[in-house]
């Protein structure tokens, strides 16, 4: 099986321009390739691990990853799948968010000796003279065309200021510039960005010649990644801090049935015969694969001993109630009340639940449980003296707290 054929076996692949000389490139090693990262954040999260797992198979094929982060582009705001506005950030916050995402990344890439690079799109877009730009590149642009993209769609109702506007022309001027400087042949990105990547092959294409050589490849990492790194708390981050091992593996451990092969395929490493085996298990034998997703994406982020810990601690969790290494919470002042501490406060302010109502409807629904008994009284208080070594609070099946004082 190709390089190529894998990417589709495993369900990476929806959509693709050239898909002949695409094959070719990939399959022999000459794809020099980009996939962007908006460095909003300090950390990446699960909805990033398509490209990242992506780019570490082709990178693994002799091919050469661009990890392009957009600095520039982040001071403008991408409008895509978005309803309103994105806040703006300083340079200073920008810049070090990308030196976070630098750390995690190199744990998929490898930056060594050329292999790879890390390259900034405000290196080029800062710089550059407005008047210039209207004329060697948004003349290239159609804006009747540009206001069909789905992007753009999204906001008009609620209203796309200028800024947004200029986005599509941001990320195809970074193609180019990635072409002429790094010799970049391809481009990846999720479906919500199709528009903006084929406006950057045809600028590159209308500019320097038919015969320029520009690919695009749309994977579904917009549909797929962020489905799979959202939870009803937000995202799973890559940084443990953010989000601890043993919490990373659980959110994996408890995908639902329907999606974990589909993730297995995707995500992991494993071979894809080996894989082919699972897709005809059910019922207990989906845990299992369930324990094998959590196990190798945790490996693959915060490494083998980490993994490890994370899945004795989910065992231990199951079978005797207790582990070592689940995610804790230390009582402050503020919880405390005449020596008690409320089941509400315990719910809310440990993060299980987003607000007290919800830890409200909780308990009334039966699914919160101290130490294994089940909590029925939302008024209920524990002495803070009597807590010891600690309480296990549990919400549902699978979310779990060990409360400190």
């Not at 769609?153 to 990635?178: P, T």
């Not at 962020?226 to 990373?248: C, I, R, Y």
């Not at 659980?250 to 049935?257: E, I, K, L, M, S």
Request: proline share 2%.
């Amino acid at each position: 099986m190709t390089v190529y054929d894998e990417l589709v076996a495993r369900g990476l692949i929806a959509q693709v321009t050239d898909e002949e000389e695409i094959k070719e490139l990939i399959n022999t090693g000459k794809a020099t390739f980009y996939i962007g990262f908006d460095p909003t954040a300090d950390s990446l999260h699960v909805g990033h691990f398509m490209a990242l797992c992506l780019m570490k198979r082709l990178q693994m094929a002799g091919n050469k990853p661009i990890a392009l982060i957009g600095g520039g582009t982040a001071m403008i705001g991408d409008p895509s799948g978005r309803s309103d506005m994105r806040q703006m950030m300083t340079q200073e916050t920008i810049q070090h968010n990308c030196d976070c995402f630098k750390e995690q990344m190199s744990k998929f890439i490898d930056f060594s000796e050329g292999k790879a690079l890390m390259v900034n799109n405000a290196d080029w877009l800062l710089g550059l003279n407005y008047v210039e730009l209207l004329r060697d590149v948004g003349a290239h642009f159609s804006v009747n065309r540009m206001l069909t993209a789905e992007c753009y769609k999204q906001r008009m109702e609620k209203g796309l200021s200028f800024l947004e506007f200029n986005y599509m022309i941001m990320q195809s001027y970074d193609f180019m510039a990635l072409y002429e400087k790094y010799g970049c042949n391809l481009q990846f990105g999720g479906d919500d960005q199709w528009s903006n990547m084929l406006g950057g092959t045809e600028l590159i294409r209308r500019k320097l010649g038919k015969d320029a050589y520009a690919m695009t490849i749309n994977l579904l990492l917009n549909s797929e990644g962020k489905k799979m790194g959202k939870t009803q708390k937000g995202a799973v981050w890559l940084d443990p801090n953010k989000t601890s091992p043993f919490e990373f593996y659980q959110y994996w451990r408890n995908v639902d049935d329907a999606d974990v092969i589909k993730c297995i395929k995707m995500l992991t490493f494993l071979p894809l015969v080996e894989i082919e085996k699972m897709e005809s298990w059910e019922g207990g034998e989906l845990n299992r694969a369930k324990e094998i997703l959590a196990f190798e994406l945790t490996k693959l982020v915060h490494g083998e001993e980490e993994a490890k810990k994370a899945q004795e601690s989910a065992r231990a969790l199951f079978s005797s109630g207790n582990a070592a290494n689940m995610p804790s919470y230390t009582l402050t002042e503020e919880d405390i009340v005449d020596g008690k501490v409320d089941i509400l406060t315990l719910l809310h302010s440990s993060g299980l639940v987003p607000s007290k109502s919800e830890a409200r409807r909780a308990v009334q629904q039966g699914g919160v449980s101290i130490d294994g008994e089940k909590v029925t009284d939302i008024k209920q208080t524990y002495a803070v003296d009597e807590i010891g070594d600690g309480i296990v609070l549990k919400k549902g099946k699978k979310n779990f707290r060990k409360i400190l004082k």
